[in-house]
């Protein structure tokens, strides 16, 4: 079985995130190093999870083992039920999941030449942060974080061109509700582990080669301030846009604020007003929402949400006001 204790023949690094905050591009610029493999969209701990959720679940009528062999007596007809994850408790599954994970990274770093680092961009990763450690303790993890107006307009554009409404949703809302998930169930990672550097987007656009660097530094990888400048030009959303990493209109502008033309004013005043605490802690300042009342908007979107009689109810009350 494998040994947790044992150094990995290459560094497994994660990327997390809420998607479309510049992953693929991050990705993209740490795999230009030599000693780097990068993996797309590897769903490999996506995948796994499902076959923890399975045996740490309790279904009424399923996953039980039924038996005769407690019964108190041979001729008692009666069945015992045991939940399969008494038996298989999740301590066991990652014990015996820790050496096919291994031995699927280690091959993925024999990719590369003498590689130092595998690269797993998965932004979903960020909901399977804790079930890496378990099977990798020694996992390194880089999140990255955008302003969620320019992730808010990234989404829509998806769901407009390569993608659709169900995968990126458009109500502002529903968004931001999962902008604050994503990254605060990734910045709760430093409570487990070391292993854990936060990059936003905004500086990688304006300082790329300084914070190039400062993640080789991270993942104690040689480099050098030319070798960070070459992987910024060849990285490039020009070159990105014509090398077949993704579908077409994947890689947009790249812009820190592009979405003060895209994104409506009530729109962003939805998502200023739901994410207002983690923006504040992220330093993206507020362009419109300010204080603690909801936006016009937000109190409009609640009030017709009412049901009927209380609407009818309130009406009643202006007219009378």
Known sequence: MGDPSTPPKAKRVFIVACRRS????????????????????????????????????????????????????????????????????????????????????DRLAECGEDTLAVIDHQPEN?????????????????????DPRSVYSSYAHSARTWSNHKTFTSNASDFAAEWRTEVSSAREIPLRTDRYLEVRYEDMLANGPEELRRIHEYLELPSSEQQCREAIAACSLDRLRKSGHGPRGFFRKGQASGWRSEVPRSKVEVIEFDCASLMSELGYDRAFVTGPQKPFSMRVRDFLKRPLWALRRRLSRLRSA
Do not use: C
């Open 126 to 146: 960020a909901h399977s942060w804790k079930n890496i450690i378990e099977i990798f303790p020694d996992a390194y993890f880089l999140h990255v974080v955008r």
């Open 22 to 105: 510049g992953t693929t591009w991050a990705t993209m610029l740490l795999s230009q190093h030599p000693r780097v493999v990068g993996i797309q969209q590897s769903s490999f701990f996506h995948r796994v999870d499902y076959l923890g959720d399975y045996l740490g679940e309790e279904v009424k009528y399923g996953r039980h083992i039924i038996t005769a062999a407690d019964s108190a007596s041979a001729e008692s007809a009666e069945l015992r039920r045991r939940p399969i994850r008494n038996v298989m408790p999740l301590s066991r599954y990652h014990h015996y999941i820790r050496p096919f994970a291994e031995e699927v990274y």
